[in-house]
């Protein structure tokens, strides 16, 4: 189980910074979800940069921060480093729309006051965590995710 630090910043923010790797690294904001165990997901344009990067590279990174402008010893934040699978309608199993429902219900409940939900050709994408580190101003802890979590 992630501690107890982690678990509240995943859940009480709104966006974090996604890393991918093309020819350049690749970092962008996006909203997120957290499924309360192994993995956050987000939802993004098939086409957008992001995801051809993850179709190449599934490795990637994700940083949710917080920052106190006037104590930089109250920063805190996550670094998420795992691998990415981009689900395509019509390409995924049929038991894993009970995940990606779910997925989005999430969303929507996290989200609905600040987004309109409208099918632009989005997917979803999941990062499973490999591993994680954990700061708050500068004190550092990180960790592997156990494989069977």
């Not at 940083?63 to 390409?91: C, K, M, Q, T, W």
């Not at 999430?106 to 490999?130: H, T």
């Amino acid at each position: 189980m992630l501690a107890r630090e982690v678990r509240e910043l995943l859940n009480t923010n709104y966006f974090g910074y996604l890393c991918t790797r093309g020819r350049y690294p690749h970092i962008t904001p996006i909203f997120f979800v957290y499924d309360q165990r192994k993995s956050v997901y987000f939802m993004s344009e098939y086409s957008s940069r992001k995801i051809r990067n993850i179709l190449k590279d599934r490795h990637v990174s994700l940083v949710v921060d917080v920052r106190d402008e006037d104590d930089p010893f109250n920063n805190e934040g996550i670094l998420i480093s795992g691998i990415a699978r981009v689900y395509i309608p019509g390409e995924v199993e049929m038991y894993e729309y009970d995940i990606l429902y779910t997925v989005y219900d999430l969303f929507k409940s996290k989200y609905s006051e600040f987004l309109e939900f409208e099918d632009r050709g989005d997917v979803i994408v999941e990062i499973r965590m490999e591993k994680v580190s954990y700061w708050k101003g500068p004190f550092f802890r990180s960790y592997r995710m156990p494989e069977d979590f």
